[in-house]
């Protein structure tokens, strides 16, 4: 039996997503339309009128085609020939909410009409009588309340009975050149041809579209012909209406809107207690002066819960993607005493890819939940609202702000959740300039290496670097997104702003904790998908060609000799005959995984299983690495056996960095010395850049194998970077340089990978690696040669740097703020409340 489909179509904040999640449930993914990124949500159900599909279309106020989202909404309706419309209403704003319902009743669709959100329309004093409705418009139509679930099952049964309407709004000064226009349009043979009124109308009002569409779909002079009778048509009506086209279609729409209120609902309370809550609250957060102090009260929450909390609960989920590790690790091939096969190398390369991605999964449950509060209680257009006005002067737009915060406008974020949260943008220019400069903010992977740079050269001023580092980001990104739109997205769609406040409601548990696995599960299904090959990428990169022959059999004899002295320590003890070459490799890796697991090890019980575990993998092997009381062999093979551990460990760090240096990407940091040396930048910096791109904390990592101790001593990594000639000598200049650079560097890893999932292009995932390349290393050069040229100090060259982003910030602004008094901006803002 064919499963029938229902496409969800709605005004934004009418409940279209809760009846969604009220009717499915769990049996639902989300994925992209084909050639855009705008979300397609699909969903199943069975009752007992049979089973369904639902697509949740995107929320849109109309069906013209200006916006992505309305030409997406009006494309699946023309060409996913649904069997029914389901059109979910906001009952509380019904005079709003049948404007789109007339426009889906020209498309001659199947349609059956849910008015949701019934309790709040009844408390507002609005009733509307149900029957008369439908029989106005000869459709279907059934009450709910998607918040509580009351209707959502008898709404299969106003589903069944949806058919294509007689109901037609009146158009009386279009209504000749509708027929005469619909004449040619009747003849033409057209297999997905919408319907002939619905085409007309679009045709008379320039619709470019609709226009693009029926051209490439019949004969040139066929559109010759048929585009001249329109314009003569166009022409004829202009001369007798006061206004344009479209303006008298949306008056006749609002006459036809006004008599079906008149005729179908009752108000019989103007000034309601509801209207009074929302009303009162927004003199608070709306208030000049308490809209930024709520706004970064807001923000605090948000970035304290999903963030620090969030990320404290990475401590608890992280022993699980160790264990899973583990498992895998078990399953691969032995680790060598030197050397491990590759396929283990790859495999545990590729693991530790992936669990650096999903161990921000605690933070994203967390971050995509209170963005869905946000969004059901009404304040997340209210940020929108607040922040826009300074934000758009640079190309952004209101709702770039939490992308912004999320990635680290406080030192500690991360941009793979701030991309991600980019989502929701409307306009599609400020959307992927907000993609491309989210990146550039504090991300909570990039602090270890601005903290090993002060605790090395600016222990004095670390408090007011800090504040440089931390607000030179934003006034990167903001004129990043300035350059970005002026050039590249400068074609790039873009619509006016209309901005709605919707009245506050409270949010539902279950569309809560739906929204929040649905987004979580989408994070981990599309990047996941790409995490192999790029991993396997980096790990080719990183460890071929290899060591030479002449170091790897120096590293073979220091090998043996390790060997030769365990053999030396154990000999005349019971434990002598038991160890050799064969088993030895063994043993060591025994004693690495019992250490590792004892590490992780929770309370005494879990030790104790630990042990006991081990014991019965290898009984002989358990007894030289946790020794009995008493047992004088054991205990003099345990400390044999940690000198051999210790020395291989040495050994293999060695053979790493020696690989490191040798590696495609070592080559390539050499390589580039010549000119990362105006920057102040030497191999060893340029490889620890390389690396951070798989992840940012890989920088101080790969420094910390680069700028090795002395087994005598035991330095931290700022002593032994203080002390060496070969990077103290470029000073304090040079550690600017860095950090300039650092902050203005590519997205790591897992933010390219989102650029990618959430652009749908590869272009924009390059350009946000080779842009902020060449302006980094444009920054970075120019800071350390006038930095050498003055002869400053560090911390003035920062503040130099600092003061000339921001005399630059202004300039734009002040040039943008004269250039709209002159010439208003074209952008519509439009409250409703």
């Known amino acids: 039996m064919r499963r029938k489909k229902i496409l969800l179509a709605g005004q934004q904040n009418a409940g279209k997503s809760t009846l969604f999640n009220q009717l499915t449930g769990a049996r639902q993914f989300v994925a992209n339309y084909p050639g855009v990124t705008v979300d397609k949500k699909t969903g199943y159900f069975s009752d007992q009128n049979g089973d369904w599909q639902l697509i949740d279309l995107p929320g849109t106020y109309s069906l013209t085609s200006f916006s992505l989202e309305e030409r997406v909404a009006r494309k699946a309706l023309r060409e996913e020939q649904a069997d029914v419309v389901l059109n979910v209403m906001d009952a509380a704003n019904i005079n709003r909410s049948l404007h789109l319902t007339l426009q889906l009743l020209e498309l001659e669709l199947p349609v059956a009409l849910a008015l949701n959100m019934m309790d709040v329309a009844r408390t507002e004093g609005i009733e509307i009588q149900t029957g008369k409705l439908a029989e106005k418009l000869a459709i279907p139509v059934a009450e709910c309340i998607g918040r509580t679930g009351q209707g959502v099952e008898q709404l299969s049964d106003t589903i069944t009975q949806a058919q294509p309407s007689a109901f037609r709004t009146s158009y009386p000064e279009l209504e000749h050149s509708i027929s005469d226009i619909s004449e040619p349009l009747n003849e033409l043979d057209i297999t997905d041809m919408p319907a002939i009124r619905w085409l007309a109308l679009r045709l008379l009002e320039e619709d470019q579209e609709a226009s693009n569409w029926l051209a490439s779909r019949i004969e040139p002079d066929q559109w010759d012909k048929l585009k001249q009778k329109v314009a003569t048509h166009q022409a004829a009506i202009k001369t007798r209406l006061d206004s344009g086209i479209n303006d008298y279609i949306v008056a006749q729409r609002q006459k036809t809107v006004a008599d079906i209120l008149s005729h179908c609902v009752e108000v019989k309370r103007e000034d309601t207690n509801n209207k009074n809550v929302t009303e009162r609250v927004d003199r608070v957060v709306l208030n000049r002066f308490g809209a930024p102090l709520f706004l970064i009260a807001t923000v605090f929450v948000i970035y304290q819960c999903a963030i620090v909390y969030g990320y404290e609960l990475t ?48 933070i994203f449950l967390i971050l995509f939940a209170l963005i869905a509060i946000l969004e059901d209680s009404g304040y997340m257009a209210r940020i929108a609202f607040i922040s826009d006005r300074l934000l758009n002067k640079f190309g952004l737009h209101g709702q770039s702000t939490l992308p912004l915060i999320l990635g680290g406008v406080f030192a500690g974020g991360c941009a793979v959740p701030g991309i991600m949260a980019t989502k929701g943008i409307p306009d599609n220019r400020a959307r992927l300039a907000t993609i491309l400069t989210v990146p550039y903010m504090n991300c909570l992977a990039k602090i270890p290496l601005y903290t090993l740079l002060l605790g090395i050269f600016f222990v004095d001023s670390m408090s007011l670097m800090t504040f440089y580092i931390s607000t030179f980001s934003v006034i990167a990104a903001l004129l990043v997104a300035k350059l970005l739109t002026r050039t590249v997205l400068q074609k790039t769609e873009t619509a006016p702003f209309v901005m709605e406040l919707p009245r506050y409601n409270l949010p539902t548990l279950r569309s809560v904790i739906t929204r929040s696995l ?171 850049l390389f690396s951070s791109f798989a992840a940012r904390e890989s920088s101080v990592a790969t420094l910390g194998v680069l700028f090795q101790q002395d087994e005598e001593s035991n330095q931290k990594l700022e002593q032994r970077m203080g002390e060496s000639d070969e990077f103290a000598s470029k000073g304090a200049v040079a550690a600017v340089a860095l950090i300039l650079f650092f902050i203005l560097y590519p997205p790591c890893l897992a933010s390219v990978m989102m650029i990618k999932v959430q652009t749908g292009h590869y272009r924009w995932m390059l350009l946000s690696i080779l842009l902020p390349t060449l302006i980094g290393f444009t920054v970075a050069s120019i800071a350390y040669s006038t930095g050498n040229r003055l002869n400053l100090t560090g911390t003035e060259l920062m503040s130099l740097a600092w003061f000339s982003g921001l005399a630059l910030l202004l300039l734009i602004g002040l040039k943008d703020w004269v250039r709209k008094k002159i010439q208003p901006s074209q952008n519509i803002p439009v409250t409703n409340l």
């Open 315 to 362: 401590n608890y989920w992280w022993p699980y993607l160790a264990s899973f590790r583990e498992l895998v690790a078990g399953v691969l091939p032995e680790a060598g005493f030197l050397h491990d096969p590759y396929v283990r190398s790859l495999g545990l390369w590729i693991i530790d890819s992936a669990n650096t991605l999903l161990n921000y999964i605690p």
């Open 518 to 688: 649905e987004r979580t599960w989408m994070y981990i299904r599309k990047v996941g998908t790409i995490v192999l090959a790029v991993s396997t990428v980096i790990f080719v990169l990183l460890q071929f060609p290899g060591i030479s022959e002449d170091k790897e059999q120096i590293a073979q004899q220091r090998a043996e000799q390790a060997v030769a002295t365990f053999d030396k320590a154990i000999r005349g003890t019971h434990y002598a005959e038991k160890f050799d070459h064969t088993n030895l490799p063994a043993l060591v890796n025994f004693y690495t995984d019992f250490k590792r697991a004892k590490l992780n090890a929770r309370g005494a019980e879990a030790s104790a299983t630990i042990n006991s575990q081990f014991k019965a993998r290898n009984e002989t092997f358990m007894a030289v690495v946790a020794p009995a009381k008493g047992d004088r062999d054991a205990r003099k093979a345990n400390r044999a056996l940690r000198k051999l551990s210790s020395a291989r460990n040495a050994i293999r760090r060695d053979i790493n960095e020696q690989r490191l240096e040798a590696s495609l990407l070592g080559s390539l940091g050499r390589a580039l010395e010549p000119v990362s040396q105006y920057a102040g930048f030497d191999w060893k910096i340029n490889v620890a």
